[in-house]
């Protein structure tokens, strides 16, 4: 079998659900060949796939083991398995999985990918660097893993890797014009005659999807921004937002209506009767706020403190609802969620050892999700004595940072200017309700407070965290960390004022910003 695939027109109507997104349509049918006597490892292998993909990775589980029991030579069995594991957060799971894929059959292509980047969750980078390369001996004309490679490259700063690494993927495929977006990421501009800017030009020429227009328009924009024509960025940056509003515009109304479910179901009162029957490990320190709040920075602070481990972005507890039912499709706890002390004890031990997997020894280990600030009712119930750290910016460039980040579809308000000033409105209010029902449990830090006075503000977040002084969190620049968000570069300088009031730069043209 080995992953190939079937010319059953019945499966081939699979595949065409699959690509629509209708799930359950795709896993009925399968459903119904396997019980009809047509078990194979395919067929479970596409099963899973449709689960994966329906976000129902636990359920994925079986049919992929399923799939390599039927055919244990079956790799893409494997990688299916891998990924599914991956995005449950088990990562030493998914890369024993895939260190048994590489002893007992011939590995396909992605699943040297899907280890490499396991690897570099787990912060094992030189050996996804390595895997991938390897896989270009076999396929030197792999668009995924030029573009694996670039971004590994990117984490660990090396930007001039990156851009040939991107420029290598361009080569071979000169339709993947998106990928220019990455490039000017990484690069600086001194002239409009510029020879990317002219590519770009060009690009955006020829683009036709959505997604591929707003790549190359960012890559235009940040040119324009780093030769300080804000006028023209502005133009590129909402012909950018606009192709991806379409594909995924944002309704604040379902947003006031999610936050205030949230707000009514976690009252004072429920936080203290659930909050007993939490852990009391005080392993985990939590940072959350608004993407781009500075929260890359506070962590990497804290991570250059001899007793705290930096884990990043992790999204363990989303997985762990979205395991047990919990979460609705949009990401918010749903009105109807409900603990006791038996769910709040398995949903801590369960995250507690999915914490540890990055780092045994720390005292404290940094998650940092941004907007986890939804969920910080029931992170207070699983960890009443965790730290909670609340990262703080001025709305109009927190706003403007969110609308130059190419965050694809992932944030709809972020597309839009007065979306993302609305969003961050229902932000704050939530934030309220948070320091009210849980007085003294959260910290807030200010960008700019840092920004003024390092010295104090990072002494005030130590002893919050009841960590002793160190002068390596003054020195934060130089602890040697990967930094896997936008704000990678930036956490490897010393502190910068730049940044502070820099949407007034923009103000004239993007006159939403002052509303």
């Known amino acids: 079998m080995n992953g190939q695939t079937l010319s059953n027109p019945a499966v081939e109507r699979v595949q065409q659900l699959i690509s629509a997104r209708q799930f359950d349509r795709a896993e009925a049918l399968l459903s119904e060949f396997i019980n009809g006597g047509n078990a194979s490892a395919q067929l479970y292998y596409q099963l899973g796939v449709t689960k994966a993909m329906s976000g129902r990775q636990h359920h ?8 390599i029991s039927m055919d244990p030579a079956f790799s893409e ?68 893993l030029w573009c694996n490679l670039a971004a590994i490259a990117g984490e660990l700063n090396d930007k001039q890797t990156a851009i040939a690494c991107f420029q290598r993927a361009l080569q071979i495929y ?21 020879e990317h800017i002219k590519q770009m030009h060009l690009a955006l020429q020829k683009a036709v999807h959505p997604k591929v227009i707003a790549g190359v328009a960012f890559g235009l924009a940040r040119a324009y921004e780093k030769l300080a024509d804000y006028a023209t960025a502005t133009s590129y940056y909402r012909l950018a937002n606009g192709e991806l509003y379409k594909l995924a515009p944002y309704d604040h109304a379902q947003t006031e209506q999610q936050f205030s479910a949230i707000k009514n179901y976690f009252s004072q009162e429920k936080l ?66 409900d603990v006791g002390e038996e769910k709040l004890k398995t949903l801590a031990t369960d995250y507690l050892r999915l914490l540890r997997q990055y780092d045994r020894k720390s005292h404290h280990i940094v998650d940092k999700m941004p907007h986890n600030f939804r969920l910080l009712g029931l992170i207070r119930c699983l960890f009443p004595n965790a730290k909670i ?43 309220a309700h948070w320091q009210n029902v849980m007085p003294n449990k959260i910290l807030s830090v200010k960008y700019e407070d840092l920004i003024k006075d390092q010295q104090a503000t990072t002494a005030q977040l130590l002893k919050f965290c009841n960590l002793p002084w160190q002068d390596d969190c003054l020195n934060f620049y130089q602890t040697q960390r990967t930094v896997a968000t936008a704000s990678a570069s930036q956490v490897k300088q010393p502190l910068y004022n730049s940044a502070v009031d820099y949407w007034k730069k923009f103000a004239v043209y993007m006159p939403e910003l002052q509303l």
């Not at 002893?103 to 030189?126: E, F, G, V």
């Not at 000169?174 to 002239?191: N, Q």
């Not at 320190?285 to 001899?306: C, D, K, N, W, Y």
């Not at 972005?313 to 109807?336: C, M, P, T, W």
């Open 60 to 67: 994925a589980l079986q049919d992929f083991r399923r799939a």
């Open 77 to 144: 069995g494997y990688n299916g398995l891998a990924l599914a594991l991956f995005e449950l957060g088990e990562l030493v799971a998914a890369n024993d999985v895939c260190e048994q894929a590489f002893t007992l059959s011939k590995p396909c292509i992605k699943l040297y990918s899907s280890w490499a980047k396991i690897l570099q969750r787990m912060n094992r980078l030189d050996k996804a660097k390595d895997l991938l390369e390897k896989a270009l001996l076999i396929q030197p004309n792999n668009l995924t």
């Open 174 to 194: 000169p339709g993947l014009v998106d990928v220019h977006g990455s490039i000017a990421e990484h690069r600086d501009y001194t002239s409009v005659e510029d």
């Open 389 to 431: 750290i609340h990262c703080q910016r001025n709305k109009q460039d927190v706003v403007l940072s969110n609308y130059k980040a190419n965050f694809a579809t992932n944030l709809r308000y972020a597309t839009d200017l007065t979306a993302a000033m609305q969003f961050y409105g229902a932000y704050e209010d939530l934030m």
């Open 272 to 337: 203290q009767q659930l909050s007993q029957f939490g852990s009391t490990d005080d392993t985990p320190i939590f940072i959350v706020g608004m993407p781009r709040s500075g929260t890359s920075l506070v962590e990497q602070i804290l991570a250059s403190h001899s007793q705290v481990f930096g884990a990043g972005e992790l999204n363990h507890i989303k997985a762990l609802l979205l395991r047990d039912g919990d979460y609705l499709a949009d990401d918010f706890v749903s009105a109807q969620f």
